[in-house]
Each structure stands twice: as structure tokens, then as C-alpha cells.
């Protein structure tokens, strides 16, 4: 079994920034992409940055130039820096990976969520 647990989440003004960290951790042999998505209140989940294994990035429109998303491999973390955070950042942010496992298994994992709220 693998669990995804994600951290820093909170309460930051218009402009600020925030640092969201995702730990995975258990059955792991491998990680391929990671990434981050969210959710705000009633609408769908949307993709706002992946990253693969080789550090490949890519990022929703609306984040570019706001937005890092950054993995430690050796630790099986992924973060995401994110920056002049606007009203509509406002969402539940979920980690996602791909974990390969002993048995060459491949299964998507998700994270809890943690609310981030940009507000003044």
C-alpha cells in the first residue's frame, strides 16, 4: 500500500506565496509522474502541474510563471512553489503519482488534499 500525504497548505493574502509538499511513502520501487491538481467548490479537478521522472515539467495556462513544481527522488516527494497567488488559486490541492512497484505494477495514487485559500 502507498499513502500520499500532502503539507502547506493555509491561509495566504493576494500576492503572497505558499510551498506545497507531498510525501509518498510505502510500497514503493519507483515513482513515475507526479504532479499536483485542484479542485474548488463546484468544479471539477484540473490539472495544475506534472512532473516526470526526469524532471520533465509541464503547467496549466493560468499558473505559468507562478508556478514550480519541483520532485526529490531519493526523498519520494514533490513540491509545488507557487507564487502572486491570485483569489482564483482558492482550491483543494491533491498530490497524484504513478508508483511502480516490486512486481512491475503500475498504480495512480492520490493524496488528501490540502486547502489552500488566497484572501485578503
Known amino acids: 500500500q502507498v499513502q500520499l500525504v500532502e503539507s502547506g497548505g493555509g491561509l495566504v493574502q493576494p500576492g503572497g506565496s505558499l510551498r506545497l509538499s507531498c510525501l509518498a511513502s510505502?510500497?514503493?520501487?519507483?515513482?513515475?509522474?507526479m504532479g499536483w491538481y485542484r479542485q474548488a467548490p463546484g468544479k471539477q479537478r484540473e490539472l495544475v502541474a506534472i512532473?516526470?521522472?526526469?524532471?520533465?515539467?509541464n503547467y496549466r495556462d493560468s499558473v505559468k510563471g507562478r508556478a514550480t513544481i519541483s520532485r526529490d527522488n531519493a526523498k519520494n516527494t514533490v513540491y509545488l512553489q507557487m507564487n502572486s497567488l491570485k483569489p482564483e488559486d482558492t482550491a483543494v490541492y491533491y498530490c497524484?503519482?504513478?508508483?511502480?512497484?516490486?512486481?512491475?505494477?503500475?498504480?495512480?495514487?492520490w493524496g488528501q488534499g490540502t486547502q489552500v485559500t488566497v484572501s485578503s
Open positions: 497524484n503519482a504513478y508508483v511502480v512497484t516490486r512486481g512491475n505494477s503500475r498504480y495512480e495514487y
Open positions: 512532473i516526470t521522472s526526469g524532471g520533465s515539467t
Open positions: 510505502g510500497s514503493i520501487f519507483g515513482i513515475n509522474t
